[in-house]
T-cell receptor, first 111, second 115 residues
Framework: NAGVTQTPKFQVLKTGQSMTLQCAQD?????MSWYRQDPGMGLRLIHY???????DQGEVPNGYNVSRSTTEDFPLRLLSAAPSQTSVYFC??????????FGQGTRLTVV | GDSVTQMEGPVTLSEEAFLTINCTYT??????LFWYVQYPGEGLQLLLK?????DKGSNKGFEATYRKETTSFHLEKGSVQVSDSAVYFC??????????????FGKGTHLIIQP
């Protein structure tokens, strides 16, 4: 039972580069979310989805895009990386009124 | 909107000490409440949960009781171990909508247990 799988685990980007963080879940969960975790800031919501074809912005969406073409996958795209996007990124999935299941995280450094 | 408030720490205790991490919440509906734990270099894992008032969640010696009258969900453990050193997040789950995903986290409490 894989749960929530995030790739890659580590990434270094140069300023201005683009990349996609992958997230896949095998629990048939409707809800999926992307968070970033920074020291002293806790978890901040970037984007979320309540089902295939439906996405919405969270607290800190600027500089990121998402899509949800299938129930299983919810990729996060960085359009033009900036040093301020250096962070640890977590993907999570859950069903209604259930706990969230998290991936292992992607540690991104933008130089 | 919904919110969760918890002590941020770091909280430093000696091994075998009693642990309390306070968590209070505000919510418009009738949320489920959770404690998550994050060990160094890992993602968040569910530690325990409670889905209605007066429910007690428990796991690995940790306990928390859903207190609707005080809007609290304090985490307790009778005797902590060095292996309990981690960051603990209190969270609530409410139906999604209105620009939020329905899952609200506190900022996390860094717990350090010394031998």
């Amino acid at each position: 039972n894989a749960g929530v799988t995030q790739t890659p685990k580590f990434q270094v980007l140069k300023t201005g580069q683009s990349m996609t963080l992958q997230c896949a879940q095998d629990m048939n969960h409707e809800y999926m979310s992307w968070y970033r975790q920074d020291p002293g800031m806790g978890l901040r919501l970037i984007h979320y989805s309540v089902g295939a074809g439906i996405t919405d912005q969270g607290e800190v969406p600027n500089g990121y895009n998402v899509s949800r073409s299938t129930t299983e996958d919810f990729p996060l795209r960085l359009l033009s990386a900036a040093p301020s996007q250096t962070s640890v990124y977590f993907c999570a999935s859950r069903g209604p009124y259930t706990e969230a299941f998290f991936g292992q995280g992607t540690r991104l450094t933008v130089v | 909107g919904d919110s969760v408030t918890q002590m941020e720490g770091p909280v430093t205790l000696s091994e075998e000490a009693f642990l309390t991490i306070n968590c209070t919440y505000t919510a418009t509906g009738y949320p489920s409440l959770f404690w998550y734990v994050q060990y160094p270099g890992e993602g968040l894992q569910l530690l325990l949960k409670a889905t209605k008032a007066d429910d007690k969640g428990s796991n690995k010696g940790f306990e928390a009781t859903y207190r609707k009258e005080t809007t609290s969900f304090h985490l307790e453990k009778g005797s902590v171990q060095v292996s309990d050193s981690a960051v603990y997040f209190c969270a609530l789950s409410d139906p999604p909508g209105g620009g939020a995903d329905g899952l609200t986290f506190g900022k996390g409490t860094h717990l350090i247990i010394q031998p």
